[in-house]
């Protein structure tokens, strides 16, 4: 290969999917960068590959230098994967053994997620299946809806410095105890997240009489009123017979989007340790209580490592983006967490591997040190289907996740409403659906 391609364009045949390739590619060719950002030199099959050339070789030249996969979602995209020697499954399959690559998909109209990855459940992992089904793609509506250097070169250009910082070890902050003093608990604010109930009917009025003028803006489900942002989803309830959260009567209601608090329970001389001070949401910490294969390693691990879970994922993708802005994203730190048998419940630990992550949960020994066990259930959390105890002692607080294993291979350690620690952990299975979450990051003290 005579360039050292660093964006892949992936694409399934000469229709829709490859005359938009083609446009992407012709854009990125002639793209004026700044002279501070990284050059951006993109290879597309039809255009870079010659006659004559191993295909299957050059594919794999391409990957191997690369930094990010331009996924061209169009209808179909994942229908012909089992066929022998389809070229999109070989391409997926080389990606997926380099953790350099980021994905960057393009939506199509007509192209379907959860109807396509069906097909494509016995040739992937959750884990690769999950680096390129992201919450928040790029969609592409129309030759006059989309723009290459508007839509795609930021992305790609976020890619690539991202993954020039995690190459570098020595930005990492290695979260040892040893090497951070307990801190004095006090409370920050920092990032934004739905937390309260909206119970004032005539704003409610006013946001669904916003939504039929078009006089808001709706993602998913985050509505904008008046500079404001709300959340609507349909609750949950916890359900004390069986012990789960459950779809409740179907009704919708509206949380508000507010600043998230954190208590400062570490610090060293550049960096804070925190921890939400209440119970945020509700997640399963796996999907399931079988073994799950790393997409680092592809050896199979026990539902409850945090390598392999989901709710790891889940903090550093969809919950990551959506509680911080860009500014604040860049104080946070890429951290190197501690997961054997040191920072476990002395019977339950295991000698796992670390993990680099940029939020994460605590573990048993870091918890036990510093206290603050004691947490409410936010009003979203409780939508979610996080359990809250009604009793007078422990009025709204609840049971929540860390990352430290349990007494078997589907089970992680809970804290529990009274925040104890000192007696034989509690546990919950991996897949428990009203456990809730207190995520931790590690911030730079100047952004505080």
Request: charged share 25%.
């Amino acid at each position: 290969m005579e360039h050292n391609y660093n964006v892949f364009i992936s694409y399934r045949g000469s229709g829709s999917g490859g005359l938009l390739g083609k446009e992407i590619y012709t854009d990125l060719r002639h793209y004026k960068q700044d002279d501070n950002q990284k050059p951006i030199i993109p290879f597309f099959a039809p255009a870079c590959v010659q006659k004559g050339d191993n295909f299957q070789l050059a594919i794999k030249d391409a990957l191997s230098t690369s930094r990010c996969v331009v996924l061209i979602l169009s209808p179909g995209f994942f229908q012909n994967c089992h066929n022998q020697d389809d070229m999109v499954t070989y391409e997926l399959q080389v990606a997926m053994k380099n953790p350099e690559i980021t994905f960057i998909p393009v939506v199509m109209d007509g192209f379907n997620f959860d109807e396509e990855l069906v097909t494509i459940s016995d040739l992937f992992t959750e884990d690769e299946i999950y680096r390129f089904k992201h919450i928040n793609p790029i969609h592409h509506h129309g030759v006059y809806d989309f723009n290459t250097e508007a839509d795609v070169v930021p992305a790609i250009h976020k890619a690539l410095e991202d993954r020039a910082t995690v190459s570098k070890k020595t930005e990492f902050v290695d979260f040892d105890m040893s090497k951070f003093k307990i801190a004095s608990g006090r409370v920050v604010a920092f990032g934004n997240y739905p937390q309260t109930i909206l119970k004032d009917e005539d704003l409610i009025h006013r946001i669904y009489e916003g939504l039929a003028t078009n006089a808001t803006k709706k993602k998913d489900q985050r509505y904008e009123y008046n500079s404001k942002a709300y959340y609507n989803i349909c609750e949950n309830k916890f359900n004390k017979r069986t012990f789960e959260a459950e779809r409740a009567d179907g009704s919708y209601n509206f949380y508000t989007v507010e600043p998230l608090y954190w208590i400062e329970i570490f610090t060293s001389d550049k960096f804070s340790v925190l921890i939400s001070r209440d119970i945020i949401d509700a997640r399963m910490f796996n999907l399931d209580r079988n073994m799950h294969r790393s997409a680092e390693s592809s050896q199979s691990k026990p539902a409850n490592d945090w390598e392999v879970s989901f709710i790891r994922r889940w903090l550093n993708s969809e919950f990551y983006y959506d509680c911080f802005n860009e500014i604040e994203r860049q104080s946070i730190q890429y951290s190197r967490i501690r997961n054997g048998k040191e920072s476990a419940y002395f019977e339950f630990g295991k000698d796992r591997a670390p993990t680099v992550d940029k939020v994460f949960l605590i573990s048993h020994q870091e918890i036990y040190a510093v206290g603050y066990g004691c947490a409410r259930v936010s009003d979203f959390a409780r939508a979610r289907g996080a359990y809250a105890s009604t009793s007078a002692t422990c009025d709204r607080f609840g049971d929540w996740w860390t990352r430290s294993p349990g007494n078997i291979d589907s089970s992680v350690e809970n804290v529990d409403r009274r925040g104890c620690l000192d007696a034989y952990p509690f546990c919950n299975y991996v897949n428990d659906t009203a456990a809730g979450v207190r995520p931790c990051i590690i911030v730079s003290k100047e952004a505080l």
